[in-house]
């Protein structure tokens, strides 16, 4: 069973950082495509960011390019998502997962694993 748990999530205020990690156990990290989604009270989970298994190709949601950045530590089987100028609207609980397959990193269909989650907020 693969198990992922979040952690660095909190409260910041509007143009501040915060560096979210997830870590992987259970299974061979190297073998999940990794990404990072959230969700916002009565919305939709929605793609944040996707990391393939080397580390060599990454995706970004539209509302989060140019301003996070998603990364991989194999070695230490951890993925992390760095932001930056963060805004209110980025609030929300924020969940990584994992994938076996290597397309459509964007949906959440795709996804085999979940953690629970870590809350973010940006006050104004």
């Known amino acids: 069973q693969v198990q992922l748990e979040e952690a660095g999530g909190g409260l910041v205020q509007a143009g501040g950082s915060l560096r979210l990690s997830c870590v992987v156990s259970?299974?061979?990290?190297?073998?999940?495509?990794m990404g990072w989604f959230r969700q916002a009270p009565g919305k939709e989970r929605d793609f944040v960011a996707a990391?393939?298994?080397?580390?060599?190709?990454?995706y970004y949601g539209d509302a989060v390019k140019g301003r996070f950045t998603i990364s991989r530590d194999n070695a230490k089987n951890t993925t992390f998502l760095q932001m930056s100028s963060l805004k209110p609207e980025d609030t929300a609980i924020y969940y990584c997962?994992?994938?076996?397959?290597?397309?459509?990193?964007?949906?959440?269909?795709?996804?085999?694993?979940w953690g629970q989650g870590t809350q973010v907020t940006v006050s104004s």
């Open positions: 997962a994992a994938s076996l397959q290597g397309f459509y990193l964007s949906s959440k269909e795709r996804y085999n694993y």
């Open positions: 259970g299974r061979t990290f190297s073998n999940y495509h």
């Open positions: 990391i393939n298994r080397s580390g060599g190709t990454t």
